[in-house]
């Protein structure tokens, strides 16, 4: 479908840099690439602090700050009030008469640009990296208000971005829970995708091992990330090992998980190392000997996919769309969510097994990676802003 004129792409991201989340990382990787591939793109995106509208030039995109406003129940999020942002973006779409808009979420800036695109009649693309269920440990409300709060949210989803040319989702089991329960009729499953050759060791390059068996978690210190499960798991594992974590990433849990620590008396054994940079994220992932995704809302988990392309073993709560990268016994195991005495199991099992047969397993990790690689998602998300219909992207292997 490409006919080789380059587009002015309008991407709508209620999460964006520098926030650190995988959606906002996607946001970040697809400017870049499509500015790679010579279109004209633009971000909608919060202010990450008060002040009014303003635009950024940066070197991925340019991007377009809406005036926002912290948000009361959480450390970080910003919210963009409805009677501000819906005008803003109307005169956004009007002044830079995109190809085509990209919305990345149904709720506040994602909602205004699929408004504004349908007002102008602009080709609209949808994708949700999200389930309103994961709004949940941020809501101050009893559990049946809650239900009543998703129920309505996945009506809202199906309304607004079923007025979109094609609806997009990260993994097969996101696309049937979005047909499911939002009412859509076709969502394709396409990976965000994600940059092998960049997390693999390069054959010049010499990064130690840590000093003792080490399991890894990159993310946000967030309820639903249950870090305090792996750190249960890890004070449970057999001693003679000396298996360490590594916990790479902040957020509203920091001080409870420091807590946890300390009560279980293995402060030597947890290494909370905050924000890192994309170097030294990447040097921790090719040091570490493993990678653990406890969580249970994960859509895709580009850690994950980040430290298989690191070529590590993994070992990945039983939940949601983890259990697409798992080879059981080839590249890692699944664990029970919330069970950090099967945790401690699987993580004795991978560290009871030889260097040799870690890397056997890691190598694998990299195969299954190399299926998400992210020109094959770039290539299929162009495809879908010149005009492909949802039928004719290229489907990953899952």
Not at 30 to 44: C, D, N, S, Y
Not at 87 to 114: N, S, T
Not at 272 to 287: K, P, T, V
Request: charged share 25%; with cysteine.
């Amino acid at each position: 479908m490409n006919n080789g004129k380059p587009l002015t792409v309008l991407i709508a991201a209620d999460t964006y840099p520098p926030d650190v989340n995988g959606a906002s990382i996607f946001g970040y990787r697809l400017a870049k690439h499509m500015t790679a591939r010579g279109h004209q793109v633009h971000i909608a995106a919060a202010r990450p602090g008060p002040g009014p509208d303003v635009v950024e030039h940066q070197d991925e995109a340019t991007i377009h700050r809406f005036r926002s406003f912290k948000a009361p129940t959480h450390e970080y999020h910003r919210l963009c009030l409805p009677w501000l942002v819906e005008p803003a973006m109307r005169r956004l779409v009007a002044e830079i008469q995109p190809d085509v808009v990209h919305v990345q979420c149904h709720y506040m800036i994602g909602k205004a640009a699929i408004l504004a695109a349908e007002e102008a009649r602009v080709r609209t693309v949808a994708t949700n990296h999200f389930m309103p269920e994961n709004l949940d440990p941020f809501l101050p409300f009893p559990k049946w208000f809650k239900r009543i709060v998703a129920r309505n949210s996945w009506r809202d989803m199906g309304r607004l971005m079923g007025k979109a040319s094609v609806v997009t989702t990260p993994t097969p089991l996101a696309a049937d829970t979005m047909r499911a329960k939002g009412g859509f009729e076709h969502v394709l499953p396409l990976s965000n995708g994600i940059d092998v050759d960049y997390y693999s060791p390069r054959p010049d390059e010499s990064i130690a091992r840590r000093d003792k068996p080490t399991v890894l978690f990159v993310g946000r210190l967030a309820v639903e990330k249950n870090v305090d499960v792996l750190i249960d798991a890890v004070a449970k594992t057999d001693p003679a090992l000396q298996i360490t974590a590594e916990i790479i990433g902040d957020g509203e849990q920091r001080d409870k998980l420091r807590e946890q620590t300390a009560e279980l008396g293995i402060e030597d054994r947890i290494n909370f190392r905050g924000h890192l940079n994309d170097a030294e994220l990447r040097e921790a992932y090719i040091s570490a000997d493993a990678f653990c995704q406890p969580g249970t809302s994960e859509l895709q988990s580009l850690v994950s996919l980040e430290a298989m392309s690191a070529a590590k073993p993994v070992i990945l709560a039983n939940a949601l769309a983890l259990p697409h990268l798992v080879a059981v016994g080839e590249n890692g195991y699944l664990f029970e969510p919330f069970n950090s005495d099967d945790l401690a199991e699987q993580l004795n099992r991978v560290f009871r097994k030889t260097p040799q047969e870690r890397a056997t397993m890691g190598l694998r990790s990299r195969e299954k990676a190399n299926q998400h690689a992210i020109g094959k998602t770039m290539a299929a998300y162009e495809a879908l802003y010149y005009g492909a219909d949802w039928t004719e992207t290229y489907q990953f292997e899952w």
